[in-house]
């Protein structure tokens, strides 16, 4: 096959012609077994027309598709994703080959990606990558140079990156594409790090960071979960350099860096991931990193370890070294076997903005976990349970995130509850169910996001929607329908066949609930097919409002303790003093998540009078402790009412808290933290929380930092 090579003028005054028109999209609301169809209008940037670019050069194709839906299947086009510009269903990556340079004095990767694209429609001219924030170099298609088109920017999906290719391409024919490229400062997915930002202070940090849409701005990709890739990378660094990949060189388990020089030589680290992925569990980390083998499990091909800068190391090895193996097991019990050889850990710094991600082979955790008591050790169980629902089974796109989210969550408190009981897996159902009804009665102004199945615009932020709503009412939907049909002996030989059977695919709602549907046609007749068609589909994934289609039941054991002492302390509002009737002994027997959900209860209790708010702190220790769901938590019942003395003289502490002007210095990154906190001392004082926000706002992860300005009116 012979490249084409564009003549640039032609090629641009053609595509200025397509650069902005106004197009139609069809959308499907899913309902049980039909469809409601809407039409929506959109302005966008489109793909540019086709038709247009291959009229700029000689060609035999005569008929010719346009990036218009209406080339394609009414069906495709219920599944496109709507926060991409790529073509995907046209032609795909399969593989990249990544060969990148990391500069921590300019704070970009440069370097290139070659991707192994798959023909998907006949005649297909041209392929679309996404990009954000990158300069483009040099493109080659089949090692021959071409030009290529950067089109106008998108707020939210970037700017289309369009190749052309050679002409006469028939489906499954196989083309390479190699683009070199810089990435930039305006990056969405990479934090680069001083060094007075890390534990250490000696070396500087990078970490990426690229869920829903952000890996566009770590390399040109078609970035859609629709589209699964394997990967290859080089990546060379004068810091030790982590990826979502199997190491290859130098071994993990050698000295550090290869034996050269950390901050001063240049090593080569090599990757490879044969599993295929999609885009946003593409990650990077880099910095001055250690590594702590887990013991190897007899009779398991696959390996964990954790990995921290040498300082946090300890820490964070005491707090989750000892778990790691025992939880692959015990998720190993109830699901196939774990498929990606390597399970690593890694502790970020404070900025990361999650508590969790679950790139790839490691799993990127926040450091406010390691409280010493192993009591917020789940998050690990839910980051390793997305190696099957996710990483492995994972959404077409934003519009079904919970069947991700949703189905980690759920597969999570199932191995609590098999590791400590059933008390422990209602407990963790209460505590997620306060947040879940907290973020529905939060988007009351917007319903859309208060549904399961969120139906996206095209160009939408999907991180607009970002709640815990998809993770909780999708497990509740999960664990609604185990009880329906007939308990975990019946359902769990159908959960470990849906991951058989979509491992490595991508998939929507409806084809999740089509094969729920034919198995058990197979596995249960009538009988289980009339339980399915007992639960209200429609309530679940559409149904909008502050409460869930049916009324759960949780185990409370756990929980009872902790609604005594909510109640005791709201029942005491009137008394003036209460010191005697509260002590810290109170506490003692409660372990992180039953002091949480003391504190939520007592939130759910009208507001606090202001001396009770500031006695509740001194008593527990509250307003001081280093254990941030504790913390955030009684800075929300201290907010409850923004006008009392309280809330005014705990704002500052509260604001400095968040951006670790106080005296922990360690700033709050996590959103899960900074975002409420900050929404709250808003609510009480516009002014102190901008002015404690916007001097420190560089610190936060690019995300972080877009997201609170949207909280506070900055954006």
Not at 119 to 148: G, H, M, N, P
Request: glycine content about 6%; hydrophobic content about 40%.
């Amino acid at each position: 096959m012979s490249a084409v090579l564009f003549k640039p003028a032609k090629w641009w005054s053609l595509l200025k012609l397509n650069s902005r028109r106004t197009f139609s999209t069809r959308a499907c609301d899913r309902k049980s077994h039909g469809a409601r169809w809407q039409i929506r209008q959109s302005v966008v940037p489109p793909r540019p027309s086709l038709v247009g670019i291959l009229s700029a050069f000689p060609t035999s194709i005569t008929t010719l598709p346009t990036a218009s839906y209406s080339t394609i299947s009414s069906e495709m086009v219920l599944d496109l994703d709507p926060t991409t510009q790529s073509n995907y269903d046209q032609i795909a990556s399969e593989h990249v080959d990544l060969d990148w340079t990391l500069d921590f004095e300019k704070s970009i990767i440069s370097g290139s990606i070659t991707h192994t694209l798959a023909v998907r429609k006949d005649a297909v001219a041209a392929v679309v990558f996404d990009t954000i924030a990158l300069s483009i170099d040099e493109v080659l298609v089949a090692d021959k140079q071409v030009d290529f088109l950067l089109g106008e920017k998108h707020p939210v999906m970037g700017s289309a990156l369009t190749i052309p290719l050679p002409s006469g391409l028939k489906t499954g024919n196989k083309v390479k594409c190699t683009i070199s490229y810089r990435t930039s400062q305006k990056s969405m997915s990479l934090q680069w790090l001083a060094k007075e930002q890390t534990r250490g202070k000696l070396f500087p940090f990078l970490f990426s960071q690229c869920q829903p849409i952000y890996a566009r701005s770590l390399a040109p990709l078609q970035d859609t979960p629709s589209v699964k890739i394997t990967y290859n990378a080089k990546v060379t660094s004068k810091l030790p350099v982590l990826l979502s990949a199997i190491r290859v060189s130098p071994p993990s388990d050698g000295p550090a860096h290869g034996g050269k020089k950390i901050g001063t030589d240049a090593v080569t680290y090599t990757y490879k991931q044969p599993f295929p992925i999609p885009t946003y569990l593409v990650a990077i980390a880099a910095g001055n990193l250690a590594y702590h083998p887990c013991p190897p499990v007899s009779g398991k091909s696959w390996k964990t370890g954790v990995w921290a800068e040498p300082e946090t190391l300890k820490a964070a090895y005491d707090e989750f070294g000892d778990a790691i193996n025992e939880y692959v097991e015990k998720a190993e019990e109830v699901l196939p076997p774990y498929q990606f050889g390597v399970y690593d850990v890694l502790v970020l710094p404070p900025s990361f903005p999650y508590g969790g991600m679950e790139n790839a082979c490691l799993s990127f955790l926040t450091p406010t976990l390691l409280v010493g008591d192993h009591s917020l050790v789940d998050v690990v169980i839910h980051e390793l349970s997305h190696s099957w629902f996710g990483n492995g089974v994972t959404q077409a796109h934003s519009t079904h995130f919970w069947l991700n989210e949703g189905w980690t969550t759920y597969m999570e408190r199932l191995i609590l509850g098999r590791l400590h009981g059933a008390g422990v897996h209602g407990l963790n159902y209460i505590i997620g169910a306060k947040a879940m009804f907290d973020d529905l009665e939060r988007y009351k102004d917007t319903p859309k996001y208060q549904r399961l199945v969120i139906e996206f615009d095209k160009g939408e932020d999907p991180d607009d929607a970002y709640s815990k709503i998809p993770y909780e009412k999708g497990a509740n939907l999960i664990l609604h329908l185990e009880r329906t049909i007939g308990g975990l002996d019946i359902f769990l030989p159908y959960v470990r066949d849906y991951v058989s059977t979509f491992m490595g695919k991508s998939i929507t709602t409806t084809q999740w609930k089509d094969h729920l549907y034919a198995y058990y046609k197979v596995h249960g007749g009538e009988e289980k097919v009339k339980a399915l068609d007992s639960i209200d589909w429609d309530a679940w994934f559409y149904g909008e409002g502050t409460k869930l289609p049916v009324d759960m039941q949780y185990d409370t054991t756990l929980a009872e303790a902790a609604y005594a002492l909510a109640k005791k302390w709201s029942d005491s509002r009137n008394t003036a003093d209460v010191s005697h009737l509260f002590k810290p002994s109170d506490l003692e027997n409660f372990d992180s998540n039953q002091k949480a959900v003391f504190l939520e209860r007592l939130h759910s209790y009208p507001p606090l009078p202001s001396t009770h708010v500031k006695k509740l702190g001194a008593i527990y220790g509250l307003a001081h402790t280093p254990n941030a769901e504790l913390r955030f938590r009684y800075y929300a019942i201290a907010f409850a009412d923004p006008t009392t003395d309280a809330a005014k003289e705990l704002a500052p502490a509260a604001a400095n808290w968040v951006v670790g002007k106080d005296s922990s210095g360690v700033l709050k990154g996590r959103m899960k933290f900074c975002r409420p906190v900050f929404r709250e001392v808003n609510r009480v004082n516009h002014k102190l929380a901008v002015d404690t926000f916007v001097p420190s706002k560089d610190a936060f992860h690019p995300i972080a930092r877009r997201m609170i300005e949207k909280d506070l009116g900055l954006a």
